[in-house]
């Protein structure tokens, strides 16, 4: 299975802060048709997960442009600028390059 | 909208059989892909498998002589079994498109006798 390695576990930050995680995966994650299916998740304190960023750096539906992502092969960068409350959760990388899918362990965004 | 909600039965007794249901609004499970993901107690997810718009499925070795996901087009629904379960299968399930875009709330699922 591909390892995904997020780093840090946590972060502790304050409003308007700008943040940076860090995801690196074990094995490359370009597929045969030469994209990159690295995506970013945040879950927030009782809610679903929701997709922030697909392919490397494609912004979700409705998801503000503080955040943004970059990247190539096996690593990889979620930054947000200017934190603010409702960004508070638990991040996560997930590859669909290969099979089975895997995610990385979290990192937890927590106010300072 | 696309709206995906999980149901099914919030305790199950070690050895048995957790079956669960996503019934989903907005969208038919004919088109797309539609899967299942667990989350365990703390942070780790677990990607468990899908199951295609023609009713292909594919699931996480860890977990493959133990899973099914099958659906029922007429309801617009499709289903997870996991069978002998333990201890170490309690964790929010949610039911979800591979790509991530659409969740549902997730159900609670805690293995005990």
């Known amino acids: 299975d591909v390892v995904m390695t997020q780093t840090p576990p946590s972060l502790s930050v304050a409003i308007g802060q700008s943040v940076s995680i860090s995801c690196k995966s074990s094995?490359?994650?370009?597929?045969?048709?030469?994209?990159?299916?690295l995506h970013w998740l945040l879950q927030s304190p009782g809610r679903s997960p929701k997709r922030l960023i697909y392919?490397?750096?494609n912004l979700g539906s409705g998801v503000p442009d503080r955040f943004s992502g970059t990247g190539s092969q096996k690593d990889f960068t979620l930054k947000i600028s200017r934190v603010e409350a409702e960004d508070l959760g638990v991040y996560y990388c997930?590859?669909?390059?290969?099979?089975?899918?895997?995610f990385g362990g979290g990192t937890k965004l927590e106010l300072k | 909208e696309v709206q995906l909600q999980e149901s099914g039965p919030g305790l199950v007794k070690p050895s048995q059989s957790l079956s669960l249901t996503c019934s989903v609004t907005?969208?038919?499970?004919?088109?797309?892909?539609w899967g299942w993901i667990r989350k365990f107690p703390g942070n780790k997810m677990e990607w468990m498998g899908y199951?295609?718009?023609?009713?292909?499925?594919s699931y996480n070795p860890s977990l493959k002589s133990r899973i099914s996901i099958t659906r029922d087009t007429s309801k617009n629904q499709f289903f997870l079994q996991l069978n002998s379960v333990t201890t170490e299968d309690t964790a929010t399930y949610y039911c979800?498109?591979?790509?991530?875009?659409?969740w549902g709330q997730g159900v609670m699922v805690t293995v005990s006798s």
């Open positions: 979800a498109r591979p790509q991530f875009d659409y």
């Open positions: 907005g969208y038919s499970i004919t088109s797309n892909y």
């Open positions: 199951i295609s718009y023609s009713g292909s499925t």
């Open positions: 094995q490359s994650l370009v597929y045969s048709d030469g994209k990159t299916y």
């Open positions: 392919q490397v750096s």
């Open positions: 997930a590859q669909t390059t290969h099979f089975p899918r895997t």
